[in-house]
């Protein structure tokens, strides 16, 4: 077992092989991790937040539910989850991102470059677009279907275990969102636990 601290408005980037598995862990609470992951052995096949979606045709995506990749293949297995609420729908954050809602974007720590310049490092092209899944962020759609972003529901400790069902490199980014509710308005680190099959 391994254990990583991956300190607020940074990104880490983890090799598992298939059956190993890795713990996001909110160590202070209402914080969001960025995860993302690519297929080890063809960085062509990656994780798709839309396959998962339209694959579990739900939103929800918690315990027992399956990642899927851009090609439909099974890619991580949740088996723990203690707060069963993640985001699918939104676009890791960008400098463009800050500079739409908040005009400050040039220098801006962000999900999108976090996690680039993570895989690169193992060998992993980069990404024009990078939408991840959000562990822990608190988005809703009303009945108008508008979007609602609260603050996060994890509690301090509080952890989301997936297991991996093939070989993968897999990034997590600590958000750097500071300004809006995403984060409750404070940009704190996440704990990593890799473990083995
Ligand atoms: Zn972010």
Do not use: R
């Given at each position: 077992m391994k254990e990583y601290i991956i300190e607020k408005q940074t990104g880490r980037a983890f090799e598992l092989k298939k059956g190993e598995s890795i713990t996001v862990?909110?160590?202070?609470?209402?914080?969001?991790?960025?995860?993302?992951?690519v297929n080890a052995n063809n960085h062509n096949e990656f994780f798709s937040a839309g396959v998962t979606v339209d694959c579990?045709?739900?939103?929800?995506i918690t315990k027992d539910d399956i990642l899927y990749t851009n090609l439909y293949q099974a890619m991580f297995t949740i088996t723990q989850d203690d707060v069963g609420v993640h985001d699918m729908m939104i676009p890791c954050c960008r400098p463009e991102t800050y500079d739409h809602f908040y005009n400050n974007g040039e220098g801006h720590?962000?999900?999108?470059?976090?996690?680039?310049?993570?895989l690169q490092e193992l060998g992993v092209p980069h990404f024009n677009t990078l939408q991840p899944m959000n562990l822990f962020m608190n988005t809703s759609i009303t009945s108008e279907k508008t979007i609602v972003i609260d603050p996060p529901l994890s509690k301090p400790g509080d952890r989301i275990t997936l297991k991996a069902e093939m070989d993968a490199i897999v990034c997590i980014s600590a958000c750097s969102v500071s300004?809006?509710?995403?984060?409750?308005?404070?940009?704190?680190?996440v704990k990593v636990i890799i473990e083995g099959a």
């Open positions: 862990i909110d160590i202070e609470g209402k914080q969001v991790a960025d995860f993302f992951a579990k045709e739900s939103l929800l720590s962000n999900c999108f470059d976090n996690i680039n310049q993570n300004e809006g509710s995403c984060n409750n308005w404070e940009c704190k680190p």
